[in-house]
């Protein structure tokens, strides 16, 4: 199983391309996303990229935490499991 990473402090104009292509150089990268606002499209300045293994998701936090990534040093941490409300009440999430 893989590690899911947490990336913040991104510069407005890198797309997921530019997030997937700074992490493969740790290895396999399955996604990489970055999160946009629901109503204008822009970035939020923060994603998420999940590593194919956990030892290249070490590799990575410890070699991309920091970093100067378009102009800007990137903070990357383990992502923390985060359940929509309506998954803790009992609901599955549509996909």
């Known amino acids: 199983m893989g590690m899911r990473l947490f990336v913040g402090n991104l510069g407005f104009s890198l797309g ?8 493969a150089e740790a ?8 999160v946009r606002d629901r109503l204008d499209g822009r970035s939020r300045g923060f994603g998420f990229v999940e590593m194919a293994t956990e030892d290249e998701g070490t590799i990575a936090l410890k070699l991309l935490n920091g970093r ?11 992502a923390t499991s985060q359940r929509r409300p309506f998954e803790r009440a009992g609901f599955e999430a549509r996909r």
């Open 16 to 23: 997921d391309g530019d997030l997937r292509e700074a992490f």
């Open 27 to 34: 290895g396999g990268v399955e996604r990489a996303e970055i």
């Open 68 to 78: 100067e990534l378009a102009g800007r040093p990137i903070r990357v941490e383990v």
